[in-house]
């Protein structure tokens, strides 16, 4: 009977495909998760705390928000699909809590435009926009601006999917040092204050006063494997 592989063509063989399974599953498998815990302060007193969770996988960015207020559970804040070297968006949703019920946006980007589709107790709406490009997601912004690059002043397209509408913000670098890096951000009148960390570039703090309160990092993030 013929033998198909001998010797060292057959060894050769064997560690191809051993090297191929293992870049594979490099390639394919989510990378560590990284948790970022803030405390919510209003007035100087901690009300809860905001919670964000970015996973990175292929070439994508998975960023999920939880929030956490006093005497209640855990709740879901937003979830974005992002392009990992471009920070664009493909996909975001966002649920919003009503006395009344829960109000849920969800927006699917494709090129140069944006279908929205808003579910409440009355029923649901939907609507397809046009968009410049690039533009981002109002929903990333805290970790966006940090990302971006800014020697002083940039401004980007960020669309909020639960107006419909297309905003230019302005991102302005107002103040520096060796570690850390403060930040502007105006938008649609609204201004926020974001600091954040130089090295592999975070949030450490932010500002919004027009709102009433601010987020300050609490924890070091920490990689986190899934368990299987």
Same mark, same amino acid.
């Given at each position: ?31 560590? /998760? ?18 964000? +969770?970015?996973?990175? !996988?292929?070439?994508?960015? %998975? ?8 005497? !209640?559970?855990?709740? &879901? ?10 920070? !664009?968006?493909?996909? $975001?949703? /966002? ?17 140069? /435009? ?36 800014? +020697?002083?002043?940039?401004?980007? $397209? ?11 913000? /302005? ?6 040092? !060796? ?17 954040? %960390? ?8 932010? %500002?919004?006063?027009? &709102? ?17």
């Amino acid at each position: 009977m013929r033998k198909f592989f001998s010797g060292n063509k057959s060894l050769s063989v064997i560690v191809g495909v051993v090297v191929f399974l293992i870049n594979f599953m490099v390639i394919s498998s989510p990378q560590a /998760k990284e948790t970022f815990s803030y405390k919510i302060m209003v007035q100087e007193k901690e009300i809860g705390k905001m919670i964000y +969770e970015v996973e990175e !996988e292929n070439n994508f960015l %998975q960023i999920k928000s939880f929030i956490k207020l006093a005497e !209640e559970e855990m709740e &879901r804040d937003a979830q974005l699909t992002i392009l990992r070297d471009t920070y !664009e968006p493909l996909r $975001s949703q /966002k649920w919003v809590k009503l006395p009344g019920g829960e109000i849920v946006i969800e927006t699917t980007y494709e090129e140069r /435009k944006a279908h929205i589709k808003i579910s409440s107790p009355e029923g649901t709406k939907e609507a397809t926009i046009s968009l410049p490009s690039p533009v981002f997601d109002s929903e990333e912004i805290p970790y966006l601006i940090g990302k971006l690059s800014c +020697e002083q002043e940039k401004a980007i $397209s960020v669309l909020v999917p639960i107006s419909g509408m297309v905003w230019r913000g /302005k991102i302005q670098k107002i103040a520096e040092n !060796e570690e850390e890096e403060i930040f502007r951000f105006t938008l649609g009148g609204e201004i926020t204050y974001l600091r954040y %960390q130089k090295e592999k570039p975070r949030l450490v703090e932010l %500002q919004a006063p027009q &709102r009433g309160y601010n987020l300050v990092l609490e924890d070091k993030p920490a990689p986190r494997e899934e368990n299987n």
